[in-house]
């Protein structure tokens, strides 16, 4: 971090194979250590493991994990892969545990784990996906990483258990929903970026600028997320349109409608949340008065202002390819539609 940059624009028509290309090697022996570090002689836990994780994703974290150590020095060991399959592992046990608790049938436009093999299967393999994030990170000796993905840990934690509290509750306030995001997802993608400080030895002040930069992503991520919640198509958002609003969940579109709506207006939507009884009719209602008062559009601008901090986060990094991955990332995320 010797010489200052500004952070480039958002680019147009970013191609997520050409962002992932430099990396294919390291994210080839990731996916081949996922895959042999879920081994148990205990059959349905590599079952399902393998079904969850073999259903794909485009393994951002681990990406802005090998990227950041890069970026920061890290050219030697393997730390970078066992350290990106913990961090795969404690997204994909949250994955299991959170489609048990939403009742989800569908993921990633197939069959959800615990739909297949029931709920009480699916929450011990998340279990077991932990236990073994935990292994791994004790293998590294490192207390530093420990105390990353620890506190991360506990921030989803503490993030689903303020999602789950504030189901249906249609006066839920920006500042509990942001900060919610920030729990359930932001948290765990600052994590990978702090690992990749630590792993390249980077000095405080990088080390913080990159944690920075890995919060407003995630931040911007799950905004971003909870847009397309209303906006993909069924067919390419893997889940049903809408799921957020039959769940009961008053993400940042909702709430910035109910803000500005009419009175009428806030008691249907009211009304939606605490009866629980949303069916098409009531979806595309919500919907109307989502775009009625921007409440989407505002959900994909504040995703942006989010992304445009965390390019201002690098701006003291020296210009080089994996700074580039970083900023093409970050507005990766506000540009794609799935």
């Not at 993400?251 to 949340?273: D, G, H, Q, V, Y």
């Amino acid at each position: 971090m010797t010489k200052s940059t500004q952070a480039r624009p958002a680019a147009r028509g970013i191609d997520y194979k050409t962002i992932v290309g430099p990396y294919a090697a390291d994210l080839a022996r990731v996916e081949e250590a996922i895959r042999t570090n879920f081994r148990s002689s205990v059959a349905l836990i590599p079952d399902i493991s393998a079904y969850l994780m073999g259903s794909g994703g485009k393994r951002i974290r681990p990406l802005l994990l090998i990227a950041s150590s890069r970026l920061c020095g890290y050219s030697r060991g393997d730390l970078h892969i066992d350290m990106s399959v913990v961090v795969e592992y404690v997204h994909a046990a949250t994955l299991l545990h959170d489609d048990v608790v939403d009742g989800s049938n569908l993921r990633r436009g197939a069959e959800s784990a615990n739909a297949r093999f029931g709920n009480q299967a699916s929450v011990l393999v998340g279990d077991f996906l932990f236990a073994r994030s935990l292994e791994l990170l004790a293998q590294s000796g490192d207390m530093k990483l420990v105390a990353a993905v620890a506190r991360a840990t506990k921030n989803l934690a503490e993030g689903e258990v303020l999602q789950l509290v504030n189901t249906a509750n249609a006066r839920t306030t920006k500042e509990i929903y942001l900060d919610t995001v920030y729990r359930k997802t932001g948290a765990l993608i600052q994590a990978c970026l702090e690992i990749g400080a630590i792993l390249g030895g980077a000095e405080p002040e990088p080390a913080k600028a990159l944690g920075g930069y890995g919060r407003n992503v995630g931040i911007a991520f799950q905004l971003m997320d909870d847009a397309l919640d209303y906006t993909a198509t069924s067919e390419k958002w893997g889940k049903p349109v809408g799921g957020d609003f039959h769940e009961g969940k008053v993400t940042m579109p909702l709430i910035w409608a109910f803000a500005n709506a009419s009175e009428k207006e806030r008691a249907f939507i009211a009304a939606c949340m605490e009866s629980g009884e949303t069916g098409p009719a009531e979806l595309a209602e919500a919907i109307f008065i989502m775009e009625k008062y921007g409440g989407i559009e505002r959900t994909a601008e504040t995703a942006r202002e989010y992304v445009e901090t965390a390019k201002r986060n690098l701006a003291g990094f020296t210009p080089s390819p994996h700074l580039d991955t970083l900023i093409s990332l970050a507005d990766y995320v506000v540009e794609r539609r799935v």
